[in-house]
């Protein structure tokens, strides 16, 4: 069994954020294997659904926290569907990443995402499978990074976005059929 979380912010204001990229790879995960509506299970502070991915048993899941709380949700994922760290995967976004990039990555420290901090310390582990979206803005930014990540997305920013969420159920496949190495080697 795997569980794949995507990182976000819950509410209609933060919904085309860049900050929400995780959750729009989820909802992408979700219609591109034809997984049932997310629902509302309080016990996780999270939305959920579940199904198969190339035969495996797949739980998808967006923390209804806020970002910098995820840990809490996917700790009572994992604690409730027994899932080893190693065999969960959280996508978000990465300012620190060229937009319209991905990197996959088989662990290590967070980068300074709060989000993934989270996640990490809640776990107590740094062996979190992980898929990085690239938000990186092309221009140096003249605010805060708080402010350009809660930014909607631009045009540009949408079709790039959008090239991503192709590519991404493939490599979500090749993580589940291949291993998270193989993923690294033919997407990164």
Do not use: C, W
């Amino acid at each position: 069994m795997k569980l794949i979380v995507g990182l976000g912010n819950p509410g209609d204001k933060y919904k085309n954020t860049r900050h929400n990229a995780g959750f729009m790879a989820i909802d992408r995960l979700a219609e591109a294997f034809g997984f049932d509506d997310f629902k509302n299970a309080d016990k996780f502070k999270a939305q959920v659904t579940e199904g198969l991915i190339s035969g495996e048993k797949v739980i998808l899941a967006k923390p209804q926290t806020f970002m910098n709380l995820s840990g809490q949700s996917v700790q009572l994922l994992q604690n409730y569907y027994k899932v080893e760290p190693t065999d969960i995967v959280v996508i978000y976004d990465d300012a620190e990443i060229p937009l319209g990039s991905v990197r996959i990555r088989a662990g290590g420290t967070s980068g300074g995402h709060k989000g993934m901090s989270s996640v990490l310390q809640d776990l107590t582990t740094l062996e979190v499978p992980r898929i990085r979206i690239g938000i990186q803005p092309e221009q140096p930014f003249p605010g805060l990074l708080e402010d350009y990540v809660l930014g909607s997305l631009t045009k540009k920013e949408d079709k790039a976005f959008g090239q991503i969420l192709v590519t991404l159920p493939k490599i979500v496949e090749s993580i589940i059929t291949e291993g998270i190495e193989t993923a690294m080697n033919s997407y990164n």
